[in-house]
């Protein structure tokens, strides 16, 4: 299990958010999504976490102030990628101790360097752990964090169960899943046929079912998570989104990000597009190209990410 964006490591994870089709990476032998180079993809995961930086600190305050909310003194970010929420975790909770779990050693050391350069590494630690089979060396804590890594489990019930008994009394699980197909384009951009990314969301949504159907154990679930915070003992205390909304234009980092993000879809989704829709998108990441994503003036980025929190009593 590797979450990998913060976070979002947090992918074409969620069907309908193509724009995370780079970071969480499933496959077979021969797939780009397994053939990973850690020094390109971590940078990018890092990128898109810092661009949702003010979601993600939000989602925390929010917590942080419920009439319900227990004193933070651990915290675990179960797939926590490069670390980016993890250290914002640590500042919104200055008592508390985070602890960065992830299967990539490489993102475990991105994550470790960055707490270090903000000054918090003294209540930072990372664990390499691969879900479910250690969850008996997680520990005790406050606050779970999920984000967008319950999904990468094949029995999500008994992932969220055994989550659930992590908890101290009056811990929360903060479970980010769902959200709103993320958009970066007009839904006609005068080349190709238009809704251009409402098929490269259907085509995220095959990927991603391809990708639940191959985990170990997987059941399929009804995805109520106040459901199943329920089924697990847990007290449902809310949902909530944050929103993203950076308008055309985009300033240089936001649109690097988008065609660092859209390069690497072209490449997950492969043959899953149409040969249209592929040489669409050949022009749209081709830098001479003037109708492509570096020169084009309606480029912007707007998603939003949901957060669902269930407590123990």
């Known amino acids: 299990m590797s979450s990998h964006a913060g976070h979002g490591h947090h992918d074409a994870h969620a069907p309908a958010t193509p724009v995370h089709a780079h970071a969480h990476v499933h496959g077979s032998g021969g797939d780009p999504a397994t053939d990973i180079d850690w020094d390109v993809l971590g940078p990018l995961l890092e990128q898109e976490a810092e661009l949702g930086g003010a979601q993600y600190e939000e989602a925390a305050r929010w917590i942080a102030a419920l009439p319900t909310a227990p004193k933070v003194r651990r915290v675990l970010d179960i797939g926590s990628g490069p670390g980016v929420v993890s250290c914002l975790l640590a500042e919104v909770f200055p008592e508390a101790e985070v602890v960065a779990v992830d299967a990539t050693p490489a993102l475990l050391e991105r994550a470790k360097n960055r707490a270090r350069r903000l000054g918090v590494i003294d209540r930072f630690q990372t664990l390499e752990a691969e ?180 407590r123990r009593d």
């Open 131 to 310: 879900l479910p089979a250690i969850f008996d060396r997680l520990g005790e804590a406050d606050l779970v964090w999920a984000g967008n890594s319950l999904h990468h489990l094949g029995d999500q019930r008994a992932a969220l169960a055994g989550f659930a008994g992590l908890l101290r009394p009056g811990g929360t699980v903060a479970l980010v899943e769902g959200g709103l197909p993320t958009r970066r384009l007009p839904r006609d951009i005068g080349i190709g046929e238009p809704g251009l990314e409402a098929r490269m969301g259907a085509a995220a949504a095959t990927r991603f079912q391809h990708m639940r159907s191959e985990l170990p154990g997987a059941k399929r679930e009804t995805e109520d998570w106040s459901a199943l915070f329920t089924a697990v003992g847990l007290v449902p205390q809310g949902t909530r989104s944050f929103l993203l909304d950076l308008p055309a234009p985009l300033p240089g980092p936001a649109r690097d990000h988008v065609v660092a993000s859209i390069t690497r879809e072209r490449e997950v989704l492969g043959d899953l597009l149409s040969a249209e829709d592929s040489a669409v998108l050949d022009r749209l990441l081709d830098p001479e190209d003037p109708e492509g994503l570096h020169h084009r003036p309606d480029v912007h980025l707007l998603t939003a990410r949901t957060v669902h929190l269930g």
